[in-house]
């Protein structure tokens, strides 16, 4: 079993929708949780993190986390035909161990 | 400021040949990485330097040597080529105190035929 799941889609919707991106995860040891963001024949790139439970939120984008279900979510509201990428999720287990763990990405259109 | 470079944007090698994956960043980061993104993979790391004159395995070493040539330089070297080397290779390098934030490279795609 991996440490991280992450559905790889592709998830198709309509501009304007709602998105919900999720991925679970098994080493209670995570603290750190992120989600990057990549391009088509692009580098990712670093979109949110948030510590421990909780949630995040970043203009139409919000993270959120639930320690106790060991899953993460990233919701994109008002999505954008510019949101069109693969969402990746990683985690840590404390800072300064350095060492990410990533989910397999999930592959997001946003159709006009 | 370039942030993290990478070259070659693409290669392609007959198996058996070698080459050397260059990568450079003008952050001043400690810590380098390069990893392979495969379809369906997610991005797996092969080996990382966590500071100049350091290196490490990651998930994914074998068939790959690095070298730390400074603190701005992380080599990448496929001695011996082999098809299941064909992927796109990612280089990247952490922001010092940061909560993660890696910094990625544009990418290197090699196939090996």
């Known amino acids: 079993q991996k440490e991280v799941e992450q559905d790889p889609g592709p998830l198709s919707v309509p501009e304007g929708a709602i998105v919900s991106l999720n991925c679970t995860y098994s080493?209670?040891?995570?603290?750190?949780f992120m989600w990057y963001r990549q391009y088509s024949r692009k580098g990712p790139e670093l979109l949110m993190y948030t510590y421990s439970s909780g949630n995040k939120e970043d203009g139409r984008f919000t993270a959120q986390v639930d320690k106790s279900s060991k899953y993460i979510s990233l919701f994109i509201r008002d999505s954008q035909p510019s949101d069109s990428a693969t969402y990746l999720c990683?985690?840590?287990?404390?800072?300064?161990?350095?060492?990410?763990?990533f989910g397999q990405g999930t592959r997001l259109t946003i159709n006009p | 400021n370039a942030g993290v470079t990478q070259t070659p944007k693409f290669q392609v090698l007959k198996t058996g040949q070698s080459m050397t994956l260059q990568c450079a960043q003008d952050m001043n980061h400690n810590s380098m990485y390069w990893y392979r993104q495969d379809p369906g993979m997610g991005l797996r790391l092969i080996y990382y330097?966590?500071?100049?004159?350091?290196?490490d395995k990651g998930e994914v070493p074998n068939g790959y040597n690095v070298s730390r040539l400074n603190k701005r330089e992380f080599s990448l070297r496929l001695e011996s080529a082999a098809p299941s080397q064909t992927s796109v290779y990612f280089c990247?390098?952490?922001?010092?105190?940061?909560?993660?934030?890696?910094?990625f490279g544009p990418g290197t795609r090699l196939t090996v035929t």
């Open positions: 990247a390098s952490l922001r010092q105190g940061a909560a993660y934030e890696q910094y």
């Open positions: 330097s966590a500071s100049e004159g350091t290196t």
């Open positions: 990683a985690m840590n287990p404390i800072q300064g161990a350095q060492k990410l763990v």
């Open positions: 080493n209670s040891a995570f603290q750190y």
